[in-house]
């Protein structure tokens, strides 16, 4: 037997109250996105990750802005663990560099141990180089070596835990020196040389580009020569175990849910292919492209244990 119009309504009119009484379900993104970088503004990682940011907020409609938070000698690490005690909801984004992931559980901070974060994706390989002054009395790294064997040197980096700086350190060991003395600095360009405050700087060429023909580029750190600096050769050409990649990525807590990974993920590599950043990358010789977060994995899990071989050299082991 079928319901009545009037019963029909009445038994409608009852479930409106209910249904009345559903919470809606928020759709990503519906408030402000924050894009953490623990780095100056100023360097590829900062531009790049701000172009990100408009095209986000273009796409959706949603304030998105960059946030810098260096961490001095701390390097990206207490930066990183701002986003590591964020809500696992997409609305704290970290764009980190490979030693967030690789180096942060060591560092002894609570919040990133065990390693409290996922890859969104990987967009950016540095153009990392060791600069000195072109005054300086050595031009390549075995002058450096012979010079150093009996006078200091001071080195300036980013943080001594960062891989940059283990990779330099590890090639010092390579070739017989250890540096009479060093430093990490919130920012490493033209200033810093000049200024007399590092002898020698562990830098991305995008920051020494000011003052590029004052300026020796005695090797750079990555998988292939960087095009502005072609005679310049790689770390792992001099020391082909020390062949290791500086990049940069997007992280979201652990449980994000996938949905709104593949949102950000969508800007982002959006963004990556962009005319905007393919000219970026001529101007400063930096590799930029879109990893997704498979492909991001195993690339983490691989530099992993190439890093492993670095701290033995430095170790001595």
């Given at each position: 037997m079928?319901?009545?119009?009037?019963?029909?309504?009445?038994?409608?009119?009852?479930?409106?109250?209910?249904?009345?009484?559903?919470?809606?379900?928020?759709?990503y993104?519906?408030?402000?996105?924050?894009?953490?970088?623990?780095?100056?503004?100023?360097d590829?990682?900062?531009?790049?990750?701000?172009?990100?940011?408009?095209?986000?907020q273009?796409t959706?409609?949603?304030?998105?802005?960059?946030?810098?938070?260096?961490?001095?000698g701390?390097?990206?690490?207490?930066?990183?663990?701002?986003?590591?005690?964020?809500?696992a909801?997409?609305?704290?984004?970290?764009?980190?560099?490979?030693d967030?992931?690789?180096?942060?559980?060591?560092?002894?901070?609570?919040?990133?141990?065990?390693?409290?974060?996922?890859?969104?994706?990987?967009?950016?390989?540095?153009?990392?180089?060791?600069?000195?002054?072109?005054?300086?009395?050595?031009?390549?790294?075995?002058?450096?070596?012979a010079?150093?064997?009996?006078?200091?040197?001071?080195?300036?980096?980013?943080?001594?835990?960062?891989i940059?700086?283990q990779v330099?350190?590890?090639?010092?060991k390579?070739?017989?020196?250890?540096?009479?003395s060093?430093a990490?600095?919130?920012?490493?360009?033209?200033?810093?040389?000049?200024?007399?405050?590092?002898?020698?700087?562990?830098?991305?060429?995008?920051?020494?580009?000011?003052c590029?023909?004052?300026?020796?580029?005695?090797?750079?750190i990555?998988?292939?020569?960087?095009?502005?600096?072609?005679?310049t050769?790689?770390?792992?050409?001099l020391?082909?175990?020390?062949?290791?990649?500086?990049?940069?990525?997007l992280?979201?807590?652990?449980?994000?849910p996938?949905?709104?990974?593949?949102?950000?993920?969508?800007?982002?590599?959006?963004?990556?292919?962009s005319?905007?950043a393919?000219?970026l990358?001529?101007?400063?010789?930096?590799?930029?492209?879109?990893?997704?977060?498979?492909?991001?994995?195993?690339?983490?899990?691989?530099?992993s244990?190439?890093?492993?071989?670095?701290?033995?050299?430095?170790?001595?082991?």
């Open positions: 079928k319901p009545t119009l009037p019963l029909l309504a009445g038994l409608l009119g009852l479930g409106l109250p209910l249904l009345a009484s559903q919470p809606a379900v928020a759709q993104p519906e408030k402000p996105v924050e894009f953490v970088v623990p780095f100056p503004p100023g590829l990682e900062d531009v790049l990750t701000r172009m990100i940011a408009d095209e986000f273009k959706y409609g949603v304030p998105a802005a960059v946030v810098n938070k260096p961490g001095g701390g390097g990206p690490f207490p930066g990183a663990a701002e986003v590591a005690q964020a809500p909801d997409g609305y704290t984004i970290g764009s980190f560099v490979i967030v992931p690789l180096v942060g559980p060591q560092t002894g901070i609570p919040a990133l141990d065990p390693n409290p974060f996922e890859p969104v994706g990987i967009f950016l390989t540095y153009p990392f180089v060791i600069a000195a002054s072109k005054d300086a009395p050595y031009k390549t790294i075995d002058d450096l070596a010079y150093a064997k009996d006078n200091d040197v001071a080195l300036g980096h980013f943080g001594s835990l960062l940059p700086t330099t350190f590890a090639l010092a390579k070739k017989g020196f250890d540096f009479g060093e990490a600095f919130d920012a490493l360009d033209c200033n810093t040389l000049a200024s007399g405050d590092a002898d020698v700087i562990n830098t991305t060429l995008q920051l020494i580009l000011p590029l023909d004052q300026v020796n580029v005695m090797a750079s990555g998988e292939k020569r960087i095009p502005l600096i072609p005679d050769p790689t770390v792992g050409e020391e082909p175990d020390l062949d290791l990649a500086l990049w940069n990525g992280f979201v807590k652990n449980g994000t996938d949905d709104v990974r593949a949102k950000i993920a969508a800007v982002a590599e959006k963004v990556m292919q005319d905007k393919k000219k990358a001529e101007q400063t010789g930096a590799l930029i492209y879109w990893q997704d977060a498979e492909a991001a994995q195993k690339r983490i899990a691989h530099d244990e190439t890093l492993g071989t670095v701290a033995g050299l430095i170790d001595g082991n």
